[in-house]
């Protein structure tokens, strides 16, 4: 079982490029995140999403985009890169049912933006 | 609004030595919480949740409503508790709730 896999893995991006991190789960759970990392400031939500078909706005939003067009995939695009999105990004999900609340990390994804 | 402290960057002990990762929180609600461990070059993994009030590689977390706080302790640190540690609350109800972070703590045991 992969459980949460993340692609690029690290990339060192221009500013002003177009980027899109992949997730994808095989655990078919409903509920995904995105959150980045950073020294001093811990994880943050980016988006989020409930359901396929559906998603919404965390924590710090601005600059990102996602989609859910099914269960499995749920992709992050920055439009236009920018040097403060530097980070670590994590993607997650969480069980159904049992609803324990507990997440399920992806290995992260490097992002640096020159 | 849901807020999540944890007070310390960095913690560093002795291998041995009594620990204690400290996490406060704000919400309205009734809370849920957790703690993330980050190990060197591993995923995020939960750790344990206050729910389940089991003990976890040694680890214990006793919710205190009264003083909204949600300790993580161990008797006796071992060199490979070394992780950086989360601790996280739950918001929203049963099947919308999310995650909250900690800015989390840097916990490194010497030996």
């Known amino acids: 079982i992969a459980g949460i896999t993340q692609a690029p893995t690290s990339q060192i991006l221009a500013a002003g490029r177009r980027m899109t991190l992949r997730c994808t789960q095989d655990?078919?759970?409903?509920?995904m995140y995105w959150y980045r990392q950073d020294l001093g400031l811990g994880l943050r939500l980016i988006h989020y999403s409930n359901t396929a078909g559906t998603t919404g706005k965390g924590e710090v939003p601005d600059g990102y985009s996602v989609s859910r067009a099914n269960t499995d995939d749920f992709p992050l695009t920055l439009a236009s890169a920018v040097p403060s999105q530097t980070s670590v990004y994590f993607c997650?999900?969480?069980?159904?049912?049992?609803?324990?609340?507990?997440?399920?990390f992806g290995e992260g994804s490097r992002l640096t933006v020159l | 609004a849901q807020r999540v402290t944890q007070p310390e960057k960095l913690l560093s002990v002795f291998k041995g030595a009594p620990v204690e990762l400290k996490c406060n929180y704000s919400?309205?609600?009734?809370?849920?919480l957790f703690w993330y461990v980050q190990y060197s070059r591993q995923r995020l993994q939960l750790l344990l949740r206050?729910?389940s009030r089991e003990s976890i590689k040694g680890f214990t977390a006793d919710l205190n409503k009264g003083e909204t706080s949600f300790h993580l302790k161990k008797p006796f640190a071992q060199e490979e508790d070394s992780a950086m540690y989360y601790c996280a609350l739950k918001s929203g109800g049963s099947t919308l709730g999310r995650l909250y972070f900690g800015r989390g703590t840097q916990l490194t045991v010497w030996p």
């Open positions: 919400y309205s609600g009734s809370p849920e």
């Open positions: 206050h729910i």
């Open positions: 655990m078919r759970h409903n509920a």
């Open positions: 997650a999900s969480r069980r159904d049912s049992p609803n324990t609340g507990e997440l399920f």
